[in-house]
């Protein structure tokens, strides 16, 4: 196969966590029964007038602020004229000439032949617009049912240019926007849940090529791996195609997961065809330069912020920060744990460690963990204060994983407690020499391998009273003298 330059460029759809739709007071909630979550105006009967929900499209510039766009003061809504069942206006509401956000851009970092490369993705536009409803096929009778409750779920389209060169940096794209959009708030981007879902634009071109060539798009991807490898497959097919002189026509494909491939679903029309224009329903947007600021202030501490804090303040390497910050429970967790016990290193050390192989074992999950960051923060204390033992506090974690519960109370429950009480450790080790005077005795002849023994009769003595490092201090004290 000959060498071709992929070009890349992405339309991703994120539904935004709005409490209601945007054109409408019905629940925004994912599920519910059939039709339960709709309303004369989602459903576009005549004689209903749509109202913009405000925090919407706040979400939608929020996410512009996000993805380093610039804020269009005065926007426009536009109807989006198509027929097919899952639409029961027959028109999506949408943004064609004015959308909220334009020209953004994205960094990424990915790798290449085992070598990091970073990158900037330039962002054409994000709008704001309403999802369909869906249709749930009966093959047994014959029959296809419409859902509505998804009509006039807000969601924003961010549209990228087409910078993108590989199948990994177009994952890597995706990963980072959810990340970002999940830390502005806007946005929960589970894939699983098709709250972001993704349009793929694929060609290629020679070299020496002085324009792009003709792409395929690819509808609806709803995983990284669908993504990664619709683009992969794209490639190999345009390639092929060129290698033997033929030409790539202009068309919609769809991603078929099992078999691996894309398919024709129908040749690309043109955006005029879906005869776009103005809503006469809905009231333009109008910001003022305060509302835009309120708006950019209300941006919580954004990943990057996070591990430049992490690292430059915190003293984590950037390996350590970059996995907490990357998961955005995560480091909310380790956050929240840092207000109760402010020793970044040690909580960090903790959650890399623990925590994670828990999670990655499967034993728990971030979506419900069974204790608070409180109480990940007060044994992590409990365990640096030497109140435990560090292998008591593995202990500690695990029965907190499977059943939840307070530190201290489990480790007093199971008897780990230490009182960390020297003068009693010194009379109480006075004691266990006194009963082992014969030991003594060999050691101080010059017979060192007793220390051992010694110190394991003071261990056991002494448990819930020093840890093993003050009696080994205070033994060889004591035996030395
Ligand atoms: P449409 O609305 O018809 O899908 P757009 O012009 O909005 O078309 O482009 C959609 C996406 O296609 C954008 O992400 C853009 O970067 C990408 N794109 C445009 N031209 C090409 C091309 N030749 N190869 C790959 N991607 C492209
Ligand atoms: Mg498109
Ligand atoms: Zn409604």
Excluded: W
């Amino acid at each position: 196969m000959s060498n071709y330059i992929p070009v890349i460029g992405l339309e991703i759809h994120s539904e935004l966590l709005t409490k209601s739709k945007v054109f409408c007071t019905c629940s925004a909630e994912f599920g519910g029964d059939r039709n339960s979550r709709c309303c004369p105006v989602c459903t576009g009967l005549p004689g209903t007038l749509p109202v913009i929900n405000q925090t919407a499209v706040e979400y939608a510039v929020k996410a512009g602020y996000a993805l380093n766009c610039s804020i269009n003061k005065f926007s426009v809504f536009d109807r989006k004229n198509y027929f097919y069942p899952d639409l029961p206006k027959a028109y999506q509401i949408s943004q064609l000439n004015l959308p909220l956000c334009i020209n953004g851009s994205v960094p990424i970092e990915y790798e290449e032949n085992g070598e990091k490369k970073t990158k900037n993705i330039r962002i054409n536009r994000i709008h704001l617009e309403e999802d369909a409803g869906k249709l749930v096929h009966d093959d047994l009778n014959g029959v296809s049912l419409a859902d509505y409750n998804r009509c006039g779920i807000p969601l924003i389209e961010i549209v990228t240019e087409p910078d993108i060169s590989s199948a990994e940096e177009a994952r890597s794209l995706v990963e980072k926007i959810a990340l970002l959009l999940q830390y502005a708030g806007v946005s929960d981007c589970k894939m699983e849940q098709g709250s972001i879902r993704c349009d793929v634009n694929v060609s290629i071109m020679r070299p020496e090529d002085k324009e792009f060539g003709t792409r395929a798009e690819i509808k609806n991807l709803n995983s990284l791996k669908s993504i990664y490898r619709t683009i992969e497959y794209e490639i190999k097919r345009q390639s092929r195609l060129l290698d033997r002189g033929e030409r790539v026509v202009q068309e919609t494909r769809r991603y078929d997961d099992n078999k691996g491939e894309t398919k024709t679903m129908r040749s690309k029309e043109d955006a005029h065809d879906y005869k776009y224009f103005p809503d006469p329903d809905i009231l333009q947007v109008n910001f003022t330069d305060e509302d835009l600021e309120r708006i950019k202030n209300s941006l919580p501490e954004m990943p990057y912020e996070r591990l430049d804090k992490y690292v430059n303040k915190y003293g984590l390497s950037e390996v350590d920060a970059k996995i907490i910050v990357n998961t955005k429970k995560i480091s909310d967790l380790y956050e929240a744990a840092l207000e109760v016990y402010n020793n970044p290193k040690s909580v960090a050390n903790f959650i890399l460690g623990e925590l994670m192989r828990r999670i990655n074992l499967g034993e728990i999950s971030l979506d419900n963990l069974p204790f608070t960051p409180a109480e990940l923060g007060r044994l992590v204390e409990m365990s640096d204060t030497e109140k435990i033992s560090k292998n008591d506090a593995k202990k500690v974690f695990r029965i907190m994983s499977e059943q939840g519960g307070d530190p201290e109370k489990i480790a007093a429950a199971e008897g780990m407690l230490i009182s960390n009480d020297s003068g009693k450790a010194a009379e109480m080790i006075d004691e266990v020499l006194a009963n082992n005077a014969k030991a003594v005795e060999q050691y101080k002849s010059g017979d060192v391998k007793v220390f051992g023994f010694l110190m394991g009769q003071c261990t056991k003595a002494l448990k819930g009273v020093a840890t093993p490092k003050v009696i080994k201090e205070e033994l060889e004290k004591k035996l030395n003298s």
